[in-house]
C-alpha cells in the first residue's frame, strides 16, 4: 500500500514563503512521476508543478519563477518551495505519484495566503 502525507501548509503574508513535503512510503515503482497539485474553493484541482524520477520538472505559467519543485528519492520526499506567494495561491495541495494507470494521493495540506 502507497502512503503519501503533506505537510508544512499554514498562513502566510503574501509575498511570505512556505515549503511543503510529501513523504511517500510504499512499494513505488522506480520510474515515476511525482507532482503537485492544488484545488482552491469552488475550482477543479489543478497540477502546480510535477517532477519525473530524473529530474526534470514542469510548472503551470502561474508559478513559474516562484515556485520549485524537488525531491529527495533517498529520503522518500518531495518538496515544493513556494516564494512570493499571492492571495490566489490560496488552495488545499496535495501530492500525487503516478506511473502507467496508477496513480495516488495524499490527504491534502491547506495553505492560506492572506494579510
Known amino acids: 500500500q502507497v502512503q503519501l502525507v503533506e505537510s508544512g501548509g499554514g498562513l502566510v503574508q503574501p509575498g511570505g514563503s512556505l515549503r511543503l513535503s510529501c513523504q511517500y512510503s510504499?512499494?513505488?515503482?522506480?520510474?515515476?512521476?511525482m507532482g503537485w497539485y492544488r484545488q482552491a474553493p469552488g475550482k477543479q484541482r489543478e497540477l502546480v508543478a510535477d517532477i519525473f524520477s530524473f529530474g526534470s520538472a514542469n510548472y503551470v505559467d502561474s508559478v513559474k519563477g516562484r515556485f520549485t519543485i524537488s525531491r529527495d528519492n533517498a529520503k522518500n520526499t518531495m518538496y515544493l518551495e513556494m516564494n512570493s506567494l499571492k492571495p490566489e495561491d490560496t488552495a488545499v495541495y496535495y501530492c500525487n505519484v503516478r506511473w502507467g494507470a496508477i496513480s495516488y494521493w495524499g490527504q491534502g495540506t491547506q495553505v492560506t495566503v492572506s494579510p
Open positions: 510504499g512499494s513505488i515503482f522506480s520510474i515515476n512521476t
